[in-house]
């Protein structure tokens, strides 16, 4: 599968979430947090917390980063590194592209949680 259309360019405001359910090449369906950070990109990571099973989307936006609600962890959108604890464990961050006005997020290419950003 490739990068599948996941929302307008214009549908989020900066800071904002959205908890999608996307289809895996496998047939899997993959949770994801798409974020508008504060410097107007978008970001697509795993919708689940490494350390409390909760949903990121639902969670506060600061920078480049999203706060998971449950525990306090935060983690940065660009490469899923916890940044702080409790979660000492990445999220999956999936590529996002755009065609003209659509976002596109592939969850079947993630990139490594272990980028230098």
């Given at each position: 599968?490739?990068?599948q ?37 978008y970001?697509?990571?795993?919708d ?70």
């Open positions: 599968m490739t990068a259309v996941v929302a307008a360019r214009d549908d989020l405001e900066l800071g904002e979430t959205l908890k999608l359910e996307l289809d895996g090449a496998d047939g899997s369906l993959v949770e994801v947090a798409l974020v508008r950070a504060e410097d107007g990109e970001y697509a990571v795993n689940i917390c490494s350390h409390g099973q909760v949903s990121l989307s639902e969670g506060e936006v600061d920078g480049t980063t999203v706060e998971c609600w449950l525990h306090g962890s935060t983690f940065d959108l660009r490469t899923g590194k916890p940044l702080s604890l409790p979660a000492t464990r990445p999220v999956p961050v999936y590529p996002v592209s755009y065609d003209g006005d659509n976002v596109l997020v592939d969850v079947d290419a993630p990139l490594a949680a272990h980028q230098n950003v």
